[in-house]
């Protein structure tokens, strides 16, 4: 292998010496003598290191367009030879490449529609340009490009320009951009700007080293020649995109980086693994027991042995062979490794090698530990205003003639009459009994007919019912003629406020509930001369608050909760089977983030109900101005609104040590 690091230093670092320094290495590979770069050195030596004179039959064979895992696209452009030189360029929202030496067949002169790919590009347009070929990548959205040429293909990523994207709820959506954003290298090097055309791989290498401050070891398999055009990108971007051009891949360690072809890191890796688990497999295992103080050992235990690759699955003897797959040492135990859990002690027992059993026990002490509690106090409040209003009129008449008592009013619209033989029969009864006692005393009298007034002012009721009703009454030859003029206006506000509190351990649920159940009767059976059946069910009316916190790192409250009020309306009566009651029901489902100490309103509903009702005299309540004493008139306003509150507070657990 080859030892290369940074050998020149400036103070200065420009795309001009960057191909300076490609021309220098690049004379000094090609003729095996150590020379350095002179500065007689043009702008263009990069190029000529490696002049290639293309063919004069040279031409574009293939078009393809493939889809990368991050969403960018990929145009890949294949020549029937080698030496062909591309230019790319960005112009607006479009990608263009130039290939000047290179003519483009009759049967790939036409656009291509890459919508379905769902990338930044949308059409490729090709066409030949001045003797040569041009592509045109018409793009849709910001992206960032790059190019690289290996052999007779040339491949030009277009890639999506990355945002914040904004957190919601979690769904496979969310969960596969999650994992697809932790897949992706966070690249951070310094930019650097590379044009090279057919420069020997480890040139490239050697000035990525210089601009990164690293020593590259490069394996004696690394050779071949690339061509790439990167504009202000990092430069530990540039390095993944060298390596798979020529299918290279990389381990570092510290400031050294060894590059090799991929199934020679995948070989060596292999049997490095391979002699550490034959060396694993020689070694005694030892048995440890850990007391599990906060926790529950059992679900510790379940946790543990339903990870992937945890070790011990089908054996419990010793497996001697080198050749045991790394999938079994994948988890916390060995192959050989077993756990069990004591549920009467609450104490796990641990057996493997050394090694194993630190990192479980490390693993364990993370586990167990005291949680911190969460205080949840709500306050529901629900305010009421009612208003209501009434303006009529009512008149009403009572009189009897020849023993006969009648009367009636305006505002049910109907008579009553009535006989005046009971006050008869009285008066007769008391006449005989009289006669039977000899006719002493005083003979018995007829008693009076007596007229009662119907709507008189009544100062009880009105203060209760009617504040604003005034009555007059007229009397005369047994008749008694009534008026009545009503007016009354009525405001109510309220407010009916639950505080439910509870405490619970972080992201454990908790639920607190107050109210009653309420019985009623329901029937089945009764059909095809079946009896019927009457059976008692319950129904829950309550308050409840189920909630489950969640504590943040930056110390704040992620609440997961349920909040429900109900209320008995009224009962609903069905003849023979008693009553059903009828529930108003208030509820809130929701999760909300909330700092430690702060009141969140998480919920609430308004109801605002208007009704104006008239009650009158048929056709005498529909007379202009006169019709208005034959009528009633009434509104009523309804405002009812909810509002939930929600304080959590952190309770934190020291750890005692």
């Not at 688990?277 to 543990?304: C, G, P, S």
């Not at 709507?455 to 005369?476: E, F, K």
């Not at 109210?515 to 309550?542: H, L, R």
């Not at 929701?590 to 998480?602: E, K, R, Y």
Request: proline share 4%; hydrophobic share 40%; charged share 20%.
């Amino acid at each position: 292998m080859t030892f290369s690091n940074a050998m020149l230093q400036r103070p200065t670092r420009r795309p001009k010496l960057i191909h300076m320094c490609a021309l220098g290495v690049a004379l000094m590979l090609a003729n095996g003598t150590l020379m350095a770069a002179t500065p007689a050195a043009t702008t263009h030596a990069a190029a000529d290191a490696a002049p290639v004179t293309a063919p004069a039959s040279l031409a574009v064979s293939k078009i393809d367009f493939k889809r990368g895992e991050d969403g960018s696209g990929r145009l890949i452009l294949q020549f029937d030879g080698t030496g062909a030189n591309p230019d790319l360029r960005n112009q607006g929202n479009a990608v263009v490449i130039d290939v000047g030496n290179a003519t483009l067949p009759a049967n790939l002169q036409k656009s291509i529609n890459v919508t379905d790919f769902a990338t930044p590009v949308q059409r490729i347009d090709p066409k030949p340009y001045g003797g040569g070929t041009q592509l045109v990548l018409n793009t849709n959205s910001a992206f960032e490009s790059l190019a690289y040429q290996t052999g007779n293909e040339y491949v030009v990523e277009i890639s999506p320009r990355k945002a914040v994207a904004a957190t919601g709820a979690i769904n496979a959506t969310t969960v596969t951009q999650a994992a697809t954003a932790l897949g992706a290298r966070g690249y951070t090097g310094k930019p650097v700007t590379f044009n090279f055309q057919d420069v020997p791989v480890r040139t490239v290498l050697q000035l990525i080293a210089e601009e990164s401050n690293l020593n590259i070891v490069a394996a004696d398999t690394v050779e071949g020649n690339v061509t790439l055009r990167l504009v202000n990108v990092p430069w530990d971007q540039a390095l993944d995109i060298v390596l798979r051009a020529k299918g290279l891949d990389k381990r570092q360690d510290n400031k050294v980086i060894w590059v090799a072809p991929q199934p020679e890191l995948a070989k060596f890796e292999q049997d490095k693994e391979d002699a550490r688990i034959a060396i694993e497999n020689r070694q005694d295992l030892v048995t440890e027991y850990i007391q599990i103080n906060y926790h529950n050992a059992a679900q510790i235990f379940k946790a543990l042995t339903e990870a992937k690759g945890i070790g011990g699955g089908s054996s419990g003897g010793s497996n001697g062979g080198s050749g045991s797959s790394s999938e079994q040492d994948s988890g916390f135990l060995s192959s050989r490794g077993r756990l069990v859990a004591d549920e009467r002690t609450n104490t796990l027992m641990i057996s493997d090698i050394p090694k194993k059993i630190a990192r479980m026990r490390e693993l364990i002490n993370v586990i167990d530990r005291p949680v911190d509690q969460v205080l949840i106090e709500s306050r529901i409040v629900i305010a009421t205003d009612t208003f209501a209003r009434e303006l009529g009129a009512k008149f009403g008449i009572t009189g009897s003639r020849d023993n006969v008592y009648f009367s009636g009013n305006t505002t049910n619209n109907h008579s009553n009459i009535s006989s005046d033989a009971d006050r008869v029969n009285d008066y007769n009864n008391a006449v005989r009994d009289w006669l039977n006692e000899g006719g002493e005393g005083e003979a018995p009298v007829l008693p009076p007919r007596t007229i009662s007034p119907g709507l008189n002012w009544n100062s009880a009721v009105a203060q209760t019912l009617n504040p604003g009703s005034l009555a007059l009454s007229i009397l005369n030859a047994g008749y008694l003629l009534d008026v009545e003029l009503s007016a009354m206006q009525q405001e109510s506000r309220g407010e009916v406020i639950s505080n439910p509190r509870v405490v619970t351990t972080n992201q454990r649920e908790a639920v607190i509930k107050q109210g009653k159940e309420i019985g009623y009767v329901t029937i089945t059976g009764g059909g095809a001369g079946q009896a019927a059946t009457a059976n008692v069910q319950f129904k829950e009316v309550v308050l409840e608050l189920k909630v489950t916190p969640t504590i943040t790192n930056d110390n704040r409250v992620f609440l997961n909760m349920s909040v429900k009020k109900d209320e008995v309306e009224s009962y609903i009566v069905l003849e023979g089977y008693g009553q059903v009651p009828t529930i108003n029901r208030r509820e809130v489902n929701t999760a909300v983030l909330v700092d430690d100490g702060q009141t969140v309103v998480i919920g609430g509903v308004y109801e605002f109900t208007d009704r104006n009702s008239v009650n009158k005299v048929p056709f005498l309540g529909d007379v202009p101005f006169l019709g208005n004493l034959f009528k009633k008139r009434s509104r009523n306003k309804d405002k009812a609104e909810l509002l939930v509150f929600v304080t959590p507070k952190v309770l934190r657990v020291a750890k005692t040590n």
